[in-house]
């Protein structure tokens, strides 16, 4: 294992290097492939998902924005489901993936801020009678395969307890290394004015006869796609 890391190691190295002049001294290269970046995400979405499965969540892969509608489609056809919960999205935009969920004959309900006990309460009978529920993640955790959510009025907490199935998106760029960088990156301001969740797997507890029981405290199954966006 060890000279497996040293490998990668190596080929980050070499990634970052600026070409050499050529042996038939020709000019040296105008610049190098700026590749380390991808390469880092690369190695962080692989770490990522590894762990995710790991727990128990379901890995749906490191896809493009076109692609993501594909697999939540997927996700959808295999629940045979009839109702979604889609949350405010944060880099991704959900609308393509809304309007092919409508299309395919699939009631689709935003969550929007409520100040009112009764108006929570609706929303979470709404979303306690939904098939599943999507949500944009704030950032991941790769060394444990745990993705972090704040709670916003427009993306409530309940929206990732409540129904029995979560599929969350998060953009490759906010696979963070571990739970430090990703405290850093959400910020203290925001960790204490809002409800942060830190979600690795789906819900599980053994109170109950000492038996794994899923999906008592949240979710029963958790499906996750990376989305690598154009611009990134």
């Known amino acids: 294992m060890a000279e497996f ?87 991704i935009d959900p609308a393509p993936m809304m309007e092919a969920l409508k299309l395919a004959g699939i009631t689709v309900f935003r969550t929007a801020a409520v100040d009112d006990d009764a108006g929570r309460a609706e929303l979470r009978g709404k979303l306690a009678r939904c098939d599943f529920a999507v949500v944009e993640a704030d950032c991941a955790i790769a060394a444990t395969g745990t993705l972090a959510m704040v709670a916003t009025p427009e993306r409530p907490g309940s929206l990732t307890l409540v129904p029995p199935v979560n599929v969350i998106l998060v953009s490759a760029d906010l696979i963070l290394p571990d739970l430090a960088a990703a405290i850093s990156t959400i910020g203290s301001a925001t960790i204490a004015s809002h409800r942060l969740a830190l979600i690795t797997g789906p819900s599980r507890t053994a109170d109950i006869e000492k038996r794994i029981v899923l999906g008592v405290h949240g979710p029963r199954d958790i499906y996750v796609a990376v989305v690598w966006r154009g611009d990134d």
Do not use: C, W
């Not at 040296?28 to 128990?56: C, D, H, M, N």
């Open 5 to 91: 890391h040293k490998l990668i190691a190596n080929v980050r190295d070499a990634l970052e290097r600026r070409a050499v002049p050529t042996h038939n001294g020709a000019a040296e290269s105008a610049k190098a492939v700026p590749t380390y970046k991808a390469a880092r995400r690369v190695e962080l979405a692989s770490q990522f998902a590894r762990e995710l499965e790991a727990v128990g969540g379901h890995y749906l892969g490191t896809v493009t924005p076109k692609e993501m509608v594909a697999r939540v489609r997927g996700v959808a056809a295999a629940l045979n489901a009839q109702s979604v919960a889609v949350g405010t999205g944060l880099v």
